[in-house]
């Protein structure tokens, strides 16, 4: 019905002439500043692709909120207040260029006596997560686990855990933790007996440990539902039941896949009737295979991927984590990732949603920025992005574009605004307080910190982080490319310039960072949306399209085919809408911030040759 009438409004305004049209009305008043009446409208699963009330095809991109969650010193919350919460969520979205974020919660917190939820804790975590609900941006909350629970390590141990509470701990008798010769913490998932075998006791439900699991998850749900509005409600995507599964160990004749084909996925079945049990009906589980199942370290690597799952439809989504351990080894590979590094990996992710006939995303990359390894970051975490933006390296996308495949949905890790500034003791251990880093196993992956004044800062290149991204593409997408320029170091990564075969566009974009994009319009009259980066002023930004080109473009109206507006949240970020007014038919989209008062003659040259070679090439 919203689409009838504003095809209805729209046709008035043609003919008559005299009605000025700042947006047309939706069935439900706009909640948020800034919003338009497009905005705001609950995601679900259509067609292996995240699909918004308006039929648009949507890219989640952001952050993970946040390893503060792992430690003690805030008590199992991503932040210490809810004004840091709207500072972070203010800082998320206008420095780096986030629309959702993947918010971490704690069993330990949630349940820290068995059978006795903590509804304070609650409180809080939904109070935090209104935060970035008021920000215009989305939200999938996350049981956090690493390595079981902090409660299987002694106060004087190297490493550290978090998710279970101290009471599941304690009703395993578990051995005497020791992860032998380990370099990394993560060798403990596969090496400490005591993380073993309570991971083995979890997924066979030893002591009811997962009956009890999935009683919290189910009143925590219910109280989130509860404890929020219907529209703040409708910004909350879905539900990640547990982060990175792993067995602990096999049973005798088990394999990874036959573990995932009958515990695992009965597991995510059970937690999928308790978010229909708490009114997440509509709502997606955000479901993970096993951990191994993508690693590319072929020793580290096993089968998996929920491949016994079937077709898993629109209560699902497959999600997954992607981090280069060859990388972070720092002798696997010694050099810097290069253009196209991840096309395989990430490829691999889209084949197997697409196979699952459900949306992906991964929820966690990064690379860590202290440490040996950190140089490597400004190109692996650019690389990591470029494989979420195309199945392509640059130097193939232009040429073959139509085999650009879909556009992932990611979330870093992390964003951690104490970075650098916290308190914890470590295992309780006041002889062992933890300030530097993410204050958690030695990481440190958070792209921000507070300043000095309190301001969040980024600490990573923000033309890496802040990056032109399809965020709703009005039918369906055929291709996407963002070339950031990202730095590493003084020297400037361009792994796709535009090609000496389009002189004009070429001459446009210069040494300027540009996006294109390439999609087929649907039936809704919902515009296409591109999030636009700080680096991309409104006055400073150039369009060429099949629908108009444009330098500077206008402020949006329902006719307005090329225009800009405000992100919905009223933090100051911004998109270009552009605005079809078919169905069906092959459009394409480059904006860029490389031009200074382009001749109208270079504009149409431009235009000219993209839309010979988007002629060509789909």
Known sequence: MPNIRTRLLVVLVVLFGSLAVTGAPSATAATLPDSLWFDESPLTVQNGRFVDGNG???????????????????????????????KSATALRALGGGNSVRFLLSWAY??????????????AATDQMRA???AGIRVYPDFHQDLYSRHLFNSGSWYTGDGAPKWAV????????????????????????AVTKAQYDFWHNAHGLQDSFLDTAQKTMAYVQQHLSAAEFAGVVGFDPYNEPYAGSYDSGQTSRTWEQNLLWPFYQRFRARMDAAGWQDKPAFVEPNLFWNANISSQKQEGGLLDAGTLGPQ?????????????????????????????????????????GTAAVVSEFGQPLAGSTAGKAPTVDKAMYQALDSGLPGSRWWSSPSASGSVLSGNQWQWDIYNGRHHELMNGNPDKVQTSGDAWNDEDLSVVKLDDTGTVTLRQDARLLDRVYPGATAGTTLAFTYEDRSRDGSTTLTWNPVPGTLPNTAQL???????????????????????????????GTTVVSDLGTVHGPPAYTASTPVAAAPEPGGTGSRRLLLTDSDSGVLHYALVTNGATAPSATLLAAARSELASWAAARF
């Open 56 to 86: 648009r095809e949507v890219v989640l991109r952001g952050y993970n909120v946040s390893g503060e969650t792992k430690l003690e010193e805030n008590s199992g919350l991503p932040f210490a207040s809810v004004a840091d919460a709207r």
């Open 110 to 123: 949630a349940e820290p006596t068995r059978g006795a939820v903590d509804t304070a804790y609650l409180a």
């Open 132 to 134: 970035f609900l008021d």
């Open 170 to 193: 304690q009703l395993g008798s578990y051995p005497q933790e020791s992860c032998g010769i380990c370099l990394f913490w993560g060798q403990n998932i596969t090496q400490n007996q």
């Open 316 to 356: 699902y989504v497959f999600n997954t984590h992607f981090y280069d351990q060859k990388a972070i080894s720092g002798v696997l590979m010694w050099g810097n990732a290069s253009d196209g590094q991840y096309a395989s990996d990430f490829g691999t992710v889209r084949d197997r949603a697409s196979a699952a």
């Open 509 to 539: 974009v210069g040494s300027g960072q540009y996006g294109l994009l390439v999609w087929r319009s649907g039936s809704g009259s919902a515009p296409t949306e591109l999030h636009l980066p700080a680096s991309f002023p409104t006055a």
